[in-house]
């Protein structure tokens, strides 16, 4: 097979992360990585990396199911709204619970 080089660039600490699981399977680095290159370009994240994992039947599916929970929320009268939340000084006020 017609190996092509690559080069990738890592911080340290996943450089030593990546040295312990190579050593921990008994691999090269260089084998740990093009393994794990091989697993991507068989899923359809490389093909599409937006890809949903479910089928279109799967999702449509799933967007009625929401759609009928949304009209029961509104139905009951039940209202969201952002002017119900908490300003985000108050949210992150971590004095208000001590």
Do not use: H, W
């Not at 089928?55 to 029961?72: C, G």
């Amino acid at each position: 097979m017609d190996m092509k080089n690559i080069t990738v660039s890592v911080d340290e600490k996943t450089y030593q992360a990546l040295q312990q699981e190579a050593s921990r399977k008994g691999l090269a680095i260089s084998e740990l990585v093009c393994n794990s290159l091989r697993q991507l370009a068989k899923g359809t994240q490389m093909e599409n990396p937006i890809a949903s994992p479910v089928s279109t039947e799967e999702f449509e599916r799933l967007r009625r199911l929401q759609d009928e929970v949304v009209a029961k929320i509104q139905a009951s009268g039940v209202r969201f709204s952002a002017a119900d939340r908490l300003p985000r000084d108050e949210l992150y006020n971590r004095d208000a619970f001590r």
